[in-house]
């Protein structure tokens, strides 16, 4: 809808004005040159600006929407919380401690807000700006901004900037898009799942789970699962031809009394050099039969027990081991992978659909675990171009298959299907591709604009909550246990300091249950080590201190294995101001010192 610094117009369909805005490239999504709708439309913080594109073979028109809400939005950082529309807050009153019911994450909670002060944001900000302390039942909320919905019954959520999806569409809307055709299978592919879709956050908040969940309905035989990395590649992706062993005896099995037959000519043929051996490599369905069978085979040839175990034994017998060998065929054959065999499976399910007279055939599902810890590039190939996909759900444009592939897709599809007729690759509508991105590994193989141009989007947040199976869990260290969740949010907190990044943040699954505190050493303490801490170390960014009779000290990992090891993480989290579960009281003196760089952009 708006590429990377391309103009594009939008249009107000009751006032008929057009605005022209371009998106700019970066590392978040972003539309400039708002000002002038944010100035004829009087946007405030928390309203919405809602772009819906209708388009037809011919021709796009973009039209906009403002929807205003009820809302005050909280911006939490070092120096404070600024509060917008604060005036909507029924009386409200700086000079005093403001108490307000809300809900949150984990149901009814207070909400209290008092004055601190006014600085300037930025050293070259005109005016001063109003802070305030944010505690909800007494603790601070990590960094960051949230949205109060006092229409929604003074619910609070973390803000989102920008967000795709569907939403309805108010009949002018629709009156004014003469010519254009809106069918039934385009509604139908916007209220179901997206074509492609990636599911990104943080580790540990539920990006797998969360595709479990959309894949509960389907059949095991429409889903078919890859997880990247570094090493993978076009051929393990699509497919290769490899080497094919046909090795066969070439002839049909022995009976039990051919082979007492053939062992009686081996010990003639050969006496002493191993016709035993010789015998067993020779013939190997003699292993099949069973132990009384094989005794009466030797005792035939005039063997003794002593010799049964001898028939085990192969290396006498690599001379006619070889010869056998000598006649197995080598073959090259195409050899499917994951998208391939998904590819086929999609195709063969519109044709059943056909056949059987249904309106929509099965959906098969390509699910592609930790996407970006491999080279999307050089993985998919000319394939991404089959990404786009036309109102129809099937490809946009064709690709044309390599000779091996197109072979074998002709021998799975027929010669003249879709999903080959011309040598070509299409994706067919019932084709969904789902996959999943850590935001602490975006680095590792980063995704050209192109490429991700072509997938939805859906983050998957942190869930501090109770009502997820990761607000019982809890960590214990020497005698006391202290709630999962009340941790995570401080630690993350610290980490998003540290880094001015939500990328390395945990999230509410990066532990599967409550962990005793040898376990929480080893993957809690030593992710948070390795990926934040240790580069950080003897700076005060560092946030692995410990409070040791009232008094701040840093430690390492290391230190964690020394025989005080239990000490430091107690101090380590009486730091961090997480009470054990038998003492919620909030501490004081142990306040946070938060860097994080300010969001300063008004969306």
């Not at 390509?366 to 109102?391: M, P």
């Amino acid at each position: 809808m708006f590429p990377p610094n391309v103009e594009v117009n939008v249009l107000d369909n009751i006032t008929k004005k057009t605005y022209t805005l371009k998106a700019a490239e970066g590392r978040e999504f972003r539309v400039n040159q708002m000002g002038d709708i944010y100035r004829d439309y009087g946007v405030m913080p928390g309203d919405e600006i809602r772009f819906t594109m209708v388009s037809s073979n011919h021709r796009k028109s973009i039209y906009f929407q403002v929807k205003r809400y009820n809302r005050v939005v909280f911006d939490v950082s070092a120096k404070g919380c600024e509060i917008s529309n604060e005036e909507r807050l029924i009386d409200f009153n700086s000079e005093n401690a403001y108490v307000l019911p809300i809900r949150y994450t984990n149901g009814r909670q207070e909400a209290r807000i008092e004055f601190v002060g006014k600085q300037k944001k930025r050293n070259d900000s005109p005016i001063e700006t109003a802070f305030y302390d944010l505690k909800i039942d007494g603790n601070s909320l990590p960094n960051g901004r949230y949205v109060l919905d006092l229409e929604k019954d003074n619910t609070l959520h973390p803000f989102v900037k920008w967000n795709f999806g569907t939403t309805d569409i108010d009949n002018n809307l629709l009156d004014a898009c003469s010519g254009f055709s809106i069918t039934s299978p385009i509604r139908q592919l916007s209220q179901n799942s997206p074509l492609q879709l990636i599911y990104f956050g943080t580790p540990g908040s539920g990006k797998s789970y969360k595709v479990q969940q959309s894949l509960e309905e389907v059949s095991e035989d429409n889903v078919f699962r890859t997880t990247f990395h570094p090493d993978s590649d076009y051929a393990s992706f699509v497919g290769c031809y490899k080497p094919i062993v046909h090795q066969g005896l070439g002839r049909k099995p022995l009976s039990k009394a051919a082979l007492e037959a053939k062992l009686k000519e081996y010990k003639q043929a050969y006496n002493r050099d191993y016709p035993l051996h010789r015998f067993c490599a020779a013939y190997p369905e003699f292993a099949n039969l069973s132990r009384d069978e094989k005794k009466e085979v030797l005792t035939s040839a005039g063997e003794t027990d002593s010799k049964f175990n001898e028939t085990y034994k192969a290396f006498a017998c690599a001379d006619e081991l070889s010869k056998s060998m000598q006649n197995s065929d080598i073959t090259y054959e195409f050899t499917p992978q994951v998208f391939t065999n998904a590819y086929v499976q999609a195709w063969k399910k519109q044709a059943e659909a056909i056949e059987q007279g249904k309106e929509q055939a099965e959906k098969v599902y390509l699910v592609i675990e930790e996407i970006n810890r491999g080279n999307c590039a050089q993985i998919f190939g000319d394939l991404f171009q089959l990404l786009d996909r036309k109102e129809d759900g099937t490809s946009t444009y064709k690709i044309r298959a390599d000779q091996d592939l197109a072979n074998y897709l002709v021998k799975e599809l027929g010669e003249n299907h879709d999903g080959i007729k011309g040598g070509n690759l299409r994706l067919p509508a019932n084709l969904h591709i789902l996959a999943t991105m850590n935001t602490s590994d975006q680095s590792l193989f980063p995704m050209d604009s192109a490429f991700k141009r072509r997938w939805d989007w859906e983050y998957v947040p942190i869930d501090y909550s109770d009502n997820v199976d990761s607000g019982q869990f809890l960590i214990s260290i020497g005698d006391k246990k202290y709630r999962w969740v009340d941790f995570l949010q401080k630690v993350n907190a610290r980490i998003l300091s540290a880094t001015d990044s939500e990328d390395k943040q945990m999230g509410n699954f990066f532990i599967k249950h409550s962990v005793e505190e040898k376990e929480f050493k080893s993957k809690v303490m030593f992710y948070l080590w390795h990926e934040v801490c240790k580069d950080e170390f003897h700076t005060k960014n560092n946030f692995f201190r410990t409070l040791q009779d009232n008094k701040e000290e840093e430690f390492s990992f290391n230190q964690l294995h020394e025989e005080n090891g239990t000490s430091l993480l107690e101090g380590f989290m009486q730091y961090l101001e997480v009470n054990p579960i038998e003492d919620k009281r909030p501490q004081e003196g142990a306040g946070i010192s938060n860097n994080a760089e300010e969001n300063n952009a008004e969306e």
